[in-house]
Antibody, heavy 121, light 110 residues
Framework: EVQLLDSGGGLVQPGGSLRLSCVAS????????MTWVRQAPGKGLQWVSG????????WFADSVKGRFDISRDSSKNTVYLQMSTLRVEDTAIYYC??????????????WGQGTLVTVSS | QSVLTQPPSASGTPGQRVTISCSGT????????VSWYQQFPGTAPKLLIY???QRPSGVPARFSGSKSGTSASLAISGLQSEDEADYYC???????????FGIGTKVTVL
């Protein structure tokens, strides 16, 4: 059974940093791209970033480019989202999701439960 | 403002057919496959349709997807009360080099 466990959310001040983690199980982690999607309170889904199975390719939404980084550790079956220079508008539930492909984002067939990031002074 | 355009709401009575549209451009829907997600309040989204018209195992056959040109649609045939949820379309955008979602459509069962 595929499981994704998101963690690392919390309250942070504007300009601060936070690292989210997503531990995956139930599939061969290194053969699939992974993605982060966020949802601001009462709003729709917004794709944030993706990373290929080999970690050679990374993709970012324009709104987070230069501030967020994505990485993965195959020895720990974990994908990370390092968030820096956080803004109030980054406040959202962040979901980790498994992509269907190896070197492309594709569609998202499994999702984590989400972790809440609140950026506020 | 989302890159993919969906109606904010749709409704129907039990047993009716409801269709949700998703309009994009050549760089997203016109060039890549569309997926659909179902989300209930307070829960994570769930994959409903992928590759335009494919259903993952476990998704009821009353859900179907289609795509033509730069538009896609999700149909729910034989609407049931448990289908009341938010529905999102998504696709890769070659110009943005990123994935894009629609704003979401809230389906209400009257």
């Amino acid at each position: 059974e595929v499981q994704l466990l998101d963690s690392g959310g919390g309250l942070v001040q504007p300009g601060g940093s936070l690292r989210l983690s997503c531990v995956a199980s139930g599939f061969t982690f290194g053969t699939f791209a992974m993605t982060w999607v966020r949802q601001a309170p009462g709003k729709g889904l917004q794709w944030v970033s993706g990373i290929s199975g080999s970690a050679d390719n990374k993709w970012f939404a324009d709104s987070v480019k230069g501030r967020f980084d994505i990485s993965r550790d195959s020895s720990k079956n974990t994908v990370y989202l390092q968030m820096s220079t956080l803004r109030v508008e980054d406040t959202a539930i962040y979901y980790c999701a498994k992509s269907n492909g190896y070197n492309y984002v594709g569609h998202f067939d499994y999702w984590g439960q989400g972790t809440l990031v609140t950026v506020s002074s | 403002q989302s890159v993919l355009t969906q109606p904010p709401s749709a409704s129907g009575t039990p047993g009716q057919r409801v269709t949700i549209s998703c309009s994009g451009t050549y760089s997203n829907i016109g060039s890549n496959s569309v997926s659909w997600y179902q989300q209930f309040p307070g829960t994570a989204p769930k994959l409903l349709i992928y590759y335009n018209d494919q259903r993952p195992s476990g998704v009821p056959a009353r859900f179907s997807g289609s795509k033509s040109g730069t538009s896609a649609s999700l149909a729910i045939s034989g609407l049931q009360s448990e289908d009341e949820a938010d529905y999102y379309c998504a696709a890769w955008d070659d110009s943005l080099n990123g994935n894009v979602f629609g704003i979401g459509t809230k389906v209400t069962v009257l």
